[in-house]
């Protein structure tokens, strides 16, 4: 079984596009590129051609170790799992679908919301996006998402490190202080939320979007 557009369509949503390695993590040996494929080294930078190419082959692992558990899956349900398995690993698909009936598997997904010990709310929602599509009748469409209507602009809530890049990994700007007016002309999702002006990156979790 293969992995459907809709499927990809979630990946590559939660996963953001990065056409320079990064460490999402700065404890990791190696970088991340792409849509979230890892074992580059420092510096490298790809085409818009090569990360789709990169995420081809790696969905292949992934479908593979979907596959490989025996189970009667629908499409939407494999997608959900390929899904889950890109961002989570083999191992913690097995121990998953382990022992667990469809509907258990399901609720099981929304405990995979932690990196470490801590709880993100970036991983809360691909969880539930993942559920919700594992769930979901293979002849009924997934709600489509709100888009939301860009640029608009935010107050800061705390003073703010701007960053070079959608990630703490990435090297610090300036401070935006308390109080700071910042334009947001376009979204990054990954972990978190992050507003794009520019050169500039910044968490929209510590700011207050402005009403019209």
Not at 23 to 46: Q, R
Not at 76 to 96: H, K, P
Not at 160 to 181: D, M, S, W, Y
Request: charged share 30%.
């Amino acid at each position: 079984m293969k992995i459907s557009e809709k499927g990809i369509n979630l990946i590559k949503r939660f996963e953001g596009l990065r056409l320079t390695a990064y460490k999402p993590v700065s404890t990791e040996k190696l970088y991340t590129i792409g849509y979230g494929h890892y074992g580059v080294s420092a510096n490298t930078k790809i085409t818009l051609e090569q990360a789709e190419e990169y995420l081809k082959q790696d969905l292949v692992k992934f479908e593979n170790a979907v596959n490989e558990l025996n189970r009667a899956f629908n499409q939407n349900e494999f997608d959900a799992l390929v899904s889950f398995a890109y961002n989570c690993g083999q191992r913690n698909l097995i121990t998953l679908c382990r022992n667990r009936n469809n509907k258990q598997i399901a609720d099981a997904l929304l405990l995979y919301n932690k990196s470490g010990s801590k709880v993100l709310e970036g991983l809360i929602k691909r969880r539930e996006t993942e559920r919700e599509l594992f769930l979901l009748p293979l002849n009924v469409e997934p709600k489509p998402e709100p888009v939301e209507k860009l640029p608009y602009e935010v107050i800061t809530k705390t003073d703010l490190n701007i960053r070079a890049g959608a990630g703490t990994n990435f090297p610090k700007i300036r401070v935006a202080k308390k109080g700071e007016r910042l334009k947001v002309w376009a979204v990054v999702t990954n972990e978190k939320k992050w507003g794009k002006n520019g050169k500039e990156y910044y968490c929209l979790d510590y700011c207050t979007k402005v009403l019209a």
